[in-house]
């Protein structure tokens, strides 16, 4: 990542005007954030090392975001952004929920771009308890919510963890282990099996 | 662990006698190597360290299994002991085929013993392309390929990575993420509805 260098600042704390640049240095340091953890691991991520990819003082970093902890459940959600949609994916047309999960999950994951940071959340909670602990907390849990709301089934939000470890393990096996046919198929025959999954796991009793 | 000292020897190649100790020892050091990787990871596992926990001569772990790569093999190997059962699980009553494999995966998983190795190959996979390429070219591939000449559907390798993927799915998110309720369910619940899904994908057109 080149460093836009003319942002920096020299150390301590913020100066007041640029405290109030307001939402776009939060912005880039989020986006920062989320390309160094996912660049990196949540192991070797630091404050200091985000600040400066964002080209900011790292006290910056602490106004805005507090601990690495919070750093990371910023970049955790800067990642799952493309979840956020799936409410709406949820809302319309009950029939074809199960595809339409299943087809935009696939898309998400088959693009680079969005593969790389749920890659590196993926692993970070796999390898870092408080990686795991935030994911849990903050950010699974406040989209977990938002799709059981829009449910009618019994337990709706055990229904919705269903269907999402179906997919995180279709993510582990075809885009982390690469096993085969898996890794190679084509997205169409996935959905075409896993969609009526989902589909009795989200409507039928 | 504790290590066996009366087992050691000093250093340089085995004796022939030791060599020839057979499976005994052959297995101590499988066992020593699941448990290594287990505890400390891909990373920090050394043949050195393995050898040291099975009170065997570095030379003699050399001598049996290789590289570090073929050690990881063998400790995956003796974690997925378990899966080894399963083409059996579905050789039986067809009918049944989706509840025995889900009560039995999540009675591998509920049992720490079985499940502590299992977990150490799934972050191993997922934070070292070594250890993902051990786990898909030796152990999966072959457990799988089992499996699937059992199946009377078409694709079947490809149906048996799918009732796969979803339970690997649910280990990350009870086990490892530990979201609720998904974390705290009774088992029961988690097999009355992942069961048909494995038995349409196992058994289906």
Redesign the interface.
Known sequence: MTEPAKRRRGPGRPRQDEAEEGPGTQELIRLAARSEFAAR?YDKTSVRGVAKAAGVDPALVHHYFGSKDDLFAAAVEASLEPALVIPDLLGADPDGIGERLARYFLGVWEDPLTRTPLLAV??S???HEAA?AV??RLV??RL?ERVAADLDVP?P???A??A???????A???Y???????AS?DPE??IR??A??LQ??LTEE
């Open positions: 691991g993926l692993r909670a796999l390898t795991a994911l849990r699974l849990r977990l337990d939000t055990f229904r963890e269903l999402a470890s179906h997919m995180v393990g279709i582990v096996l075809r982390v282990v690469q096993v085969e046919p898996l198929a025959a996935i099996l896993v009526p999954t009795r796991y």
